[in-house]
């Protein structure tokens, strides 16, 4: 019997480590910003290994980039990537993984010979991450048109950028339109991010789908005033209603229970001194849950406790969408397919939801969509210290590509 084909993990391990150092922040992460010279640098490195293997390279309206084979193919190919931008404090996998381990996929393929049914491809989405220019899942989002390219073009970012620019900038302004003509499936690798998997000594996610993500960003203006001489009934301090609100979700997420999750992760003030009582402070709220219902009542309770801050601090509040997207499910024959190869190969396996979002959840609008995940050691993601072993990077790497290989030679997807 035939050996399994099986992906380079030397080649694999290579490349993650080749990219993971551009951007590197000196504490074993990157920091690669989208649309930022780092994120420019990155790109181009994945392109030329794109352009080495013989992949067609197509760059849309957005910047997502796409390799695909046969170069000269024209139907929906079966796509698979990510994302390679990264948080300011990010790890070299979170992304970067799915992409390589993608291209790593489509190498193995090309070089087997085996007969295509239709073409593969891999891409990664331009701002996946969200942090710079809100909301995330940026590029994937305007690719199944969820967000018109013009309001794409006219974001601007958290430092003042805006999103048109910075893309002529780095160069990476594509002429294929979006929305993008939908791939015949989208498979995509990621880590996990979170601690269930470790926990549970458990080798492969089949992840079921994707919980709702809430972003607000919160203004409030009050009156700067004299850290010494002005009275506390006197003030009217919006670090006040800050501290306040970081207090009033992390209470609302431990009274609602898992798997609601609560983050202020963003808090600017202004003037930002000493001896100042603030004039205005200006920070997120992130909201996740599996359950739409349930999203919509964390944001109603943080809508009504703001209104009666206002009021109490004699405060003005106001609140921007950053980003707002519901649970989403991914197609079950896709799911079982993912559990089927990883147990096939032998891996133990569980499905479940992601608690992070992804690029997947976007191409789950326009085409069978599924997630492989990877167990990140101690739960850590979104900071230098985030870590999958070896052992497990390999192992997702040939579970999504046996997946690939089966939805490119099969009858019918998906
Ligand atoms: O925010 C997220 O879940 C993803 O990392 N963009
Ligand atoms: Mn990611
Ligand atoms: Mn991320």
Redesign the pocket.
Known sequence: MAEPLRISWPRLRDRLDTLGAVGATGDGGCARLALTDADREGRDLVVSWMRDLGLRVDVDRIGNVTGTWPADSTEPPVLTGSHIDT?RTGGIY?GNLGVLAGLEAVETIIASGVPLRRPVAVAFFTN???SRFAP??FGSLVFVGGLALEEALDTVGVDGAVVGDELERIGYVGSLPVPGRPPAAFVELHIEQGPVLEAEGVDIGAVTGVQG?SWQEVTVTGQSNHAGTTPMAHRHDPAFVAGSVAVFVRDLAGRMGPPQVATVGRIELHPNLVNVVPARATFTV?LRNTSEAALQEAEAELAAHLDALAEAEGVTVERRSLARFAPVAFDPAMVDRVERVATGHGRSVRRMPSG???DAQMLARVCPTAMVFTPSVDGIS?NPAELTHDRDLEAGANVLLDVLLELVTADSVP
Request: aromatic share 0%; charged share 40%.
């Open positions: 948080v979170d996946e991450e969200g995330d899942m993500i992130d992070a979002g992804h979104h």
